[in-house]
Structure formats: structure tokens, C-alpha cells
């Protein structure tokens, strides 16, 4: 078979946006597999950009309205999403409000770097390290 008849796999899209409100960040708790607490997220929608993604999965999840801040960094790890290859962009944001869980979120909350909950879904623990450490 010639090589560009062959199936083409590729990795999936996905946003997260860790949201900055009064007293610390949001963390919804998942309501599917994989199970544990995660920045606000999901998967980019054909024809949609990574900036309406973001706010859109922190709306859908979360009910806040979010004004982003500005574009945190990339992680390709192939490995980060049990489900399958997955490639994040991560947002800053700010949002006003209490965050109320809706959509795939079955738990909401405000957390600081000392108080995170466990489990962390995905890779999410090391985008906080990474978070919290430029934070400082």
C-alpha cells in the first residue's frame, strides 16, 4: 500500500484553563472516567479556536464567565491522557463568582497550592507544579 494510502492517526486537540478567582484556582471533579479533580477542559470543537474552546469548556464546566489572561504553555506528552494521545494548550484566566459544577463536572471548588485535592486527573499535577512554580 503506498504510504499516503495508509491510515493517518492523529492526536487530539484539547484545552484547559486554570481559573484564577478570589482566594485561589478551580478544580472540577470529574463526573467521567478518568476520575479525579482536573483544571476546567476539553477537547476543541471542529472550526472552533483554541481561545473560544477554553472559554467555552470553562463555561460548560464551571458556569463562569472567564476573561483570559493570557496562553500558560503546551504539553504534548503522549501518555498525559489515558484515553488516548492528546495534545493541551493551557490558559490563565479570571472569573468572578462561585464555581458550580454543570456539564461533565460532578464537583467544583477553590483551591491554593497548599490545599489541592486529590486524586489529579491526567497530567494535571504537573501543570500546577508548573503553575504554582511561576506563580512565585
Do not use: C
Not at 503546551?74 to 493541551?88: A, F, K, V
Not at 460532578?106 to 489529579?120: D, H, M, Q, S, Y
Amino acid at each position: 500500500m503506498p504510504e499516503y494510502e495508509k491510515p493517518v492517526r492523529f492526536p487530539r486537540p484539547t484545552v484547559d484553563t486554570i481559573i484564577e478567582v478570589p482566594g485561589g484556582i478551580v478544580l472540577i471533579e470529574r463526573r467521567y472516567p478518568p476520575y479525579g479533580w482536573a483544571i476546567p477542559g476539553g477537547f476543541v470543537e471542529y472550526g472552533e479556536s483554541l481561545e473560544e474552546a477554553a472559554v467555552r469548556e470553562a463555561y460548560e464546566e464551571t458556569t463562569l464567565k472567564v476573561k483570559l489572561k493570557k496562553q500558560f504553555h503546551t504539553y504534548s506528552d503522549p501518555n498525559r491522557d489515558p484515553r488516548g494521545h492528546t495534545i493541551t494548550t493551557v490558559y490563565i484566566a479570571s472569573a468572578q463568582g462561585t464555581p458550580r459544577p454543570a456539564d461533565d463536572a460532578k464537583g467544583a471548588g477553590v483551591f491554593t497550592r497548599g490545599n489541592l485535592p486529590e486524586p489529579i486527573a491526567f497530567d494535571h499535577q504537573r501543570i500546577l507544579a508548573d503553575y504554582f512554580k511561576k506563580k512565585r
